[in-house]
């Protein structure tokens, strides 16, 4: 969808006008182009431990320009402040100021990263005050940051490292283009399991998928993305949609599967067409999803019932008939689609947000059950994407959530499915149980 502002306020007399009023000034945002390098400018690694130097080799060894010290002036392209011996908050000082001197040295379109450890594996009090300061100090530095630079976070807890895989997955997902509107984020890496893939641009090589609601939107830009990653799809959609659904397989060269998620027997329908097509299911996309909104006073039962039916109770018996399929292969991942609206809730999306709130403890409650098989599960929470249903929204609404996030822009489809694809992937093969909000960071809520 066109952002007329964001043109207009790009260039000539519309940059003029919008510096003058002081009006939102949104860039053009860094986004993935394969064969485009990881990151433009030096990469700083800053931080005095064991952890921050074998970081800065191995960031050396992908052939990335490093820097140890900063050299006044020279424009970079990244800083990774790395906090990961920190015993008390007086701890901080010294390497947040020592950042701080750098920040405006920073290129547009930047990567601020910390990686730090997770504050309730800490035993000291102090020690877990420290971590979790870095949480307060990584979200305020995001929404200080401009040009269409970001700010995020890897949290390593206990059994994790500064280069374990899931850390250095983190990290290139951070980086890269990949993640233009995440913004403001943590991930938290809780093992050592996962694998860097060997080709960076097919990560998902070998690799069967199933992508529900795949007909359009952001399903459909699910679809691409995990196909241009090097996936085999699988993509599913209601017979209403079987014509937008045949279009998007045949663009992939996956195959469809025309099904009502709802149905009582989807999960088995999705592991025989998987089996039979390709002897085993690797990764499961949950995108499927649909909005009754009304203010919850006007709420009835049908518009209540058909949204907890599709948006969260077909995710869990889908993944109750995965789980105890031998089809489901190694290592199997599952990647399910939430939504801002259920953590911060949303006006008159009572239903939607409490389906999408559910998907987040669904979540997490499986983390355990699937990592049994070593494999993982995680959400995406979309902030405001410009797809057909925000560019119904009126003019004088949608503008304002637009531009009510660090970057003052709405997302794009593709800007989601990077998020999915790299959770689907073995790199992200030690987060397990998280929720990846792709917002932009939002100013208001939680």
């Given amino acids: 969808m066109s ?12 940059k003029d006008i919008a510096k003058r009023l002081g009006l939102p000034q949104p860039v053009a945002l860094r986004r993935h182009e394969p064969g485009r390098p990881l990151i433009e400018g030096p990469v700083l690694v800053q931080g005095s431990t064991s952890g921050a130097d074998d970081l800065a080799a191995t960031l050396l060894a992908w052939n990335l320009d490093v820097r140890r010290h900063a050299i006044p002036k020279e424009k970079l392209g990244a800083i990774i402040l790395v906090l990961d011996e920190l015993a008390h908050p007086g701890d901080l000082e010294k390497p947040v100021l020592t950042a701080a001197a750098s920040l405006r040295d920073l290129a547009p379109n930047a990567r601020v990263i910390t990686v730090s450890r997770t504050a309730d594996s800490a035993t000291e009090p102090a020690a877990a005050a420290a971590r979790q300061g870095v949480d307060g100090l990584l979200r305020s530095l995001a929404k200080e940051l401009r040009a269409g630079a970001t700010g995020n976070g890897v949290l390593l807890a206990d059994g994790a490292r500064t280069t374990s895989p899931a850390t250095l997955g983190a ?46 939107g952001i399903g459909a830009a699910i679809a691409r993305t995990l196909y ?4 085999t799809l699988i993509l599913v959609d209601i017979p209403a949609a079987g014509d937008h659904l045949a279009e998007v397989a045949n663009e992939v060269h996956g195959t469809a599967l025309q099904l009502d998620i709802s149905r009582n027997d989807a999960g088995q329908r999705i592991i025989d067409h998987a089996a039979t097509r390709h002897g085993r299911l690797d990764i499961l996309i949950h995108n499927a999803g649909i909005t009754r909104d009304k203010l919850l006073a006007n709420m009835d039962a049908g518009r209540w019932n058909s949204v907890i039916a599709v948006n969260i109770a077909a995710q869990l018996r889908i993944n109750e008939a995965l789980l105890a399929s031998e089809h489901f292969g190694d290592a199997p991942r599952i990647v399910s689609v939430a939504s801002t609206s259920g953590i911060a809730g949303n006006r008159g999306q009572t239903n939607y947000a409490a389906s999408k709130a559910g998907v987040i403890g669904m979540v997490r409650a499986t983390a355990a059950l699937i990592g049994e098989r070593g494999g993982s599960i995680n959400a995406v929470a979309p902030g405001f994407i410009e797809t057909e249903m925000t560019a119904r929204i009126p003019f004088a609404t949608r503008e304002v959530a637009r531009r009510l996030n660090s970057l003052q822009q709405g997302g794009q489809p593709g800007d989601v499915a990077e998020a999915i694809a790299f959770l689907a992937s073995d790199a992200a093969g030690g987060i397990s149980g998280e929720v990846l909000r792709v917002c932009g960071q939002n100013l208001v809520g939680a």
């Avoid at 952002?3 to 519309?14: A, E, I, M």
């Avoid at 241009?228 to 996936?231: E, I, L, P, Q, S």
């Fill in 171 to 216: 990290l290139r997902f951070f980086l890269s283009g990949r993640s233009a509107f995440v913004d403001g984020q943590f991930l938290t890496v809780s093992s050592g399991a996962g694998q860097l893939p060997d080709d960076v641009e097919k990560p998902l090589a070998g690799k069967v998928a199933v992508v529900t609601g795949a007909a359009r």
């Fill in 228 to 231: 241009r990653d090097g996936a």
């Fill in 3 to 14: 952002d007329k502002y964001t043109r207009f306020v790009s260039h000539g007399l519309g």
